[in-house]
């Protein structure tokens, strides 16, 4: 069987060293990425949704800033623990930027060429095979085309990802080329979006699923080679900048290159921490074969409500331990 990876992002944002760290090189900057760096305590319900959903896994790379999850055990051949260190060049270090380490990843000597990257408040909800994720060359994504929307600063990034893009790809030779898999009826109600960016002709932006995203290795090494003065700008923002690219450039340029196959609307779902009664739900009941459960902003006693709501339905759905547990 053809080897693919799991590699999955974690951070305490609790742990007072991490927290030490992070404070000296966050003078004089606004601090507004509590929320980011927040943990749900629900990482150990990642393994287990593994173990149980997509155990045709190879390996589990978790890329910590040296910190260990206490439950995990190192003896399960398949997990890799990974710190930033040991993959990120020394001049980017520490970096509390997600996209610093995402660009980075290429960089692993022993992560297969094809990886699925999770976050860790992705969660495989049903079960999942490698045809789900990829055919071949090619992934299975959701070509569909969206506006950008000014209304937060990540929009700074999309932009950023489109200036990559466009330099490189055609609209109307993408539409031409890939025809076929950009009107597809599996997209549902998001396939409105692409007829109706129709009239531009630039490259307006993607829609992104936020679910657990394949990609190629190989493909990250090639684009920072093409561009390593725009992978550079992000390396050097310790926390997210306006500058930044993120890892959806490399899931863009495969939608342009037509290298992928629709992926179903139903195959994933995103949904807000705060809506505490459809995630209890969707974990419970649901039929989603991916989900992402994302924080929001709140005061600490809201969001520990919410939290334990989460845990709970993640205990009914899975009572036992799993070997990548001590």
């Not at 051949?77 to 260190?85: G, I, P, T």
């Not at 990120?88 to 980075?104: K, R």
């Not at 609307?265 to 921490?273: D, I, S, W």
């Not at 705060?274 to 809201?302: A, L, P, Q, R, W």
């Amino acid at each position: 069987m053809e080897k693919i990876d799991f590699v999955i992002l974690w951070v305490d944002g609790s742990d007072p060293k991490w927290l030490k760290k992070r404070e000296k090189y966050e003078v004089g900057k606004k601090s507004d990425d509590e929320v980011r760096f927040r943990d749900y305590g629900s990482l150990k319900y990642v393994f287990r949704s593994i173990e149980k959903y997509a155990p045709w896994v190879n390996k589990v790379h978790l890329i910590t800033d040296k910190q260990i999850p206490e439950w995990l055990s190192l003896d399960n051949d398949k997990v890799n623990l990974v710190f930033h260190e040991d993959f990120i060049p020394d001049q980017y270090l520490p970096t509390f930027n997600s996209n610093v380490i995402e660009l980075n990843l290429f960089r692993i000597p022993d992560l297969a060429d094809k990886f699925i990257l999770f976050n860790d408040d992705m969660f495989i909800n049903n079960m999942v095979y490698p045809e789900n994720f990829f055919k071949g060359d090619k992934i299975l994504d959701f070509g569909v085309y969206n506006k950008i929307a000014p209304i937060e600063d990540f929009a700074h990034i999309l932009v950023n990802n489109m200036l990559f893009i466009n330099k490189y790809f055609n609209k109307k030779s993408s539409l031409k080329n890939n025809w076929k898999n950009q009107f597809r009826l599996r997209y549902r109600g998001e396939l409105l979006r692409n007829f109706l960016l129709l009239p531009w002709n630039d490259i307006p932006g993607y829609y992104n699923p936020h679910i657990p995203q394949p990609h190629f290795k190989s493909l990250f090494n090639d684009l920072y080679n093409l561009e390593p003065d725009m992978f550079e700008k992000t390396f050097n923002n310790k926390f997210r900048g306006y500058s930044d690219i993120n890892h959806w450039i490399a899931r863009y340029w495969l939608l342009e290159k037509g290298q992928y196959l629709p992926q179903h609307k139903t195959f994933g779902k995103y949904l807000k921490l705060s809506d505490y009664k459809k995630v209890k739900k969707e974990i419970v009941n649901g039929k989603s074969k991916v989900i992402c459960i994302n924080d929001v902003e709140s005061d600490m006693e809201t969001f520990e409500g919410w939290r334990i709501n989460m845990i709970n339905a993640f205990k009914e759905k899975f009572p036992n331990k799993s070997t990548f547990e001590k």
